[in-house]
């Protein structure tokens, strides 16, 4: 599943603890046979739906990890913004150009060690293109 820029800059700096609390409000239920790191929910159904997170604390993922997990538990925009994993507009909404600038955070990282919020440890934030000169 592609996501638009816009979810995806949202998306990218998502916890493990994030995910989990979405999976839970989501009516995902803790696996009883999860164990250490791994932790296993299934969401009743037919077939029931199972998901695995590797859980450190704090932890984020990957760009292609974090893909491949939304993918496999298929949450569109609209169910990532009623989770609260997003916020803001939908993807039919317009939207003024943008470009890549460096963070004013230290290499992703704020102080405490977590990813920062602007960039989500990308060391890289986007912002409203200028307006051309006249």
């Known amino acids: 599943m592609a996501f638009s820029q816009h979810v995806w800059q949202q998306l990218k700096a998502t916890t493990a603890d994030e995910l989990i609390s979405a999976l839970k409000k989501d009516g995902y239920k803790e696996d009883p046979a999860s164990a250490d ?12 739906k199972r998901i695995v997170i590797h859980y450190h604390p704090r932890k984020t993922y990957g760009p292609k990890l974090l893909r491949h997990l939304l993918a496999d538990i298929g949450w569109n925009e609209e169910e ?24 004013h955070c230290d290499q992703g990282l704020m102080e405490d060690g977590k990813p920062c919020p602007d960039c989500g440890g990308t060391s890289f934030r986007e912002v409203a293109a200028a307006e051309p000169a006249q």
């Open 37 to 48: 790191a791994t932790i296993a929910f299934i969401k009743p159904g037919d077939p029931p």
């Open 80 to 103: 990532m913004r009623h989770l609260g994993l997003i916020t803001g507009h939908t993807a039919s909404e317009s939207r003024s150009p943008t470009h890549l600038v460096r963070c």
